[in-house]
């Protein structure tokens, strides 16, 4: 329902008010965190990160490429908390991700996996309850739904 979803919204922004983005040091860095987080953890899925295949949380740290990276991938975190309520642009804008991730091949399930990746990444940098925890889960299984579909609209494998 519309209220279900716009408190899902709410918790997921609330977990968020502390992971800054922007050109500053501080929020330069939390990007970079995300991939040493996400390479350190899942370095199976470095392999989508052509020339980074092997990459260490040090190279990450080093990396102008991940340091640009990292923005993106936080930004399109707060942009899919920030609309989460309206479906229809939330559903909009995870086929233009689906879209823009076409020439990597993803493993279709991994449109689900992201969000264990993504909470694990959370908990590292806040206190993440279960309330918040699971508020992501939640979000976490639209996307997927939504990815599921557009995959399939475009006659691609599905999870
Ligand atoms: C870019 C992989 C999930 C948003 C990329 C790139 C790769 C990638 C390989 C190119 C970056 C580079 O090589 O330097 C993956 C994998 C995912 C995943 C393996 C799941 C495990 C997501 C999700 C979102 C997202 C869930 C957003 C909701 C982006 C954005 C870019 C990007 C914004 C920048 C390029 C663009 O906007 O087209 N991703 N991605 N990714 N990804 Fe993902």
């Known amino acids: ?17 502390k992971i800054k983005i922007g050109t500053g040091p501080e929020e330069k860095q939390n990007g970079k965190d995300f ?12 392999v989508y990160f052509k020339g980074a295949e092997k990459y260490t949380a040090d190279d990450v740290q080093k990396s ?18 920030r609309v989460y309520a309206d479906e229809m642009v939330f559903d909009s804008y995870i086929q233009e991700t689906i879209n823009r991730h076409r020439q990597f091949k993803m493993e279709p399930a991994l449109w689900m996996a992201f969000w264990t990746v993504w ?24 996307f997927a739904k939504a990815a599921n579909k557009h995959l399939k609209l475009l006659g691609l494998p599905t999870a």
């Open 1 to 17: 329902s519309d209220s279900k979803r716009l408190e899902i919204q709410s918790l997921c922004l609330e977990s968020l008010s």
């Open 35 to 46: 991939y040493k987080y996400f390479f350190t953890n899942y370095p199976d899925l470095r």
């Open 64 to 81: 102008e490429r991940f340091e640009k990276q990292g923005q993106r991938i936080l930004l399109a975190m707060h942009l899919t908390a």
């Open 119 to 142: 909470t694990g990444f959370l908990a590292t940098k806040i206190t993440l309850d279960e309330r918040h925890k699971n508020a992501w889960m939640t979000l976490g299984q639209d």
